[in-house]
């Protein structure tokens, strides 16, 4: 099974702060690298697929980068909505696997 | 839009067996792969399983292999998850979620069902 690697688990940041979220695999996946947004008590939510493509109807301050094993999910701007757990996932073989997610707080 | 409606909470003793339904409207099922993601309280996402339309079957995670069994019933539009010989590691949220094979990754997700396995 691919193992994927969050960092930070959590962090704390302010309204308008930049946040990055990396996700580290252990073998290589190409683009085959997702990221969702869930909050307390509600479903995940698809944000960027195949690394770097936003979702429509996702702002534009979310964005994504990576390939290989290496990836990031930035928030150019935080906002008070955005505020909430998020997780990787990789699609590039079975069984898929998920990032044990990284926790957004408000400072 | 596609929208998944999931059944309601359930409680099993240890050892029973599960069947978590998810009704599909605005697409067809025939249409969409449908998979199915829980989550343990507290815990991060874990994938069990879903349909492959490459090789027209459904694919298990090794891990509930022998334990899970997801169909679909395309005259109601409705697909189940049944878990058997539950522990209570398996309580969780179980969520069905359409899976696009197109962009690889998984798109449209129900409310999720609350399994409670509890002596």
């Known amino acids: 099974d691919i193992q994927m690697t969050q960092s930070p688990s959590s962090l704390s940041a302010s309204v308008g702060d930049r946040v990055t979220i990396t996700c580290r695999t252990s073998h290589t996946i190409s683009s085959y690298l997702n990221w969702y947004q869930q909050k307390p008590g509600k479903a995940p939510k698809l944000l960027i697929y195949a690394a770097s493509s936003l979702l429509s109807g996702v702002p534009s301050t979310f964005s994504g980068s990576g390939s290989g094993t290496d990836f990031t999910l930035t928030i150019s701007s935080l906002q008070p909505e955005d505020f909430a757990t998020y997780y990787c996932?990789?699609?590039?073989?079975?069984?898929?696997?998920f990032g044990q997610g990284t926790k957004v707080e408000i400072k | 839009q596609v929208q998944l409606v999931q059944s309601g909470a359930e409680v099993k003793k240890p050892g029973a067996s599960v069947k978590v339904s998810c009704k599909v409207s605005g697409y067809t099922l025939t249409e969409l792969s449908m998979h199915w993601v829980r989550q343990a309280p507290g815990k991060g996402l874990e994938w069990m399983g879903g349909f492959d339309p490459e090789d027209g079957e459904t694919i298990y995670a090794q891990k509930f292999q022998g334990r899970v069994t997801m169909t679909e019933d395309t005259s109601t539009d409705t697909a189940y998850m049944e878990l058997s010989s539950l522990r209570s590691e398996d309580t969780a949220v179980y969520y069905c979620?359409?899976?696009?094979?197109?962009?690889?990754?998984?798109?449209?997700w129900g409310q999720g069902t609350l399994v409670t396995v509890s002596s």
């Open positions: 996932q990789q699609t590039y073989s079975t069984p898929q696997t």
């Open positions: 979620a359409t899976y696009d094979n197109i962009v690889g990754a998984t798109h449209y």
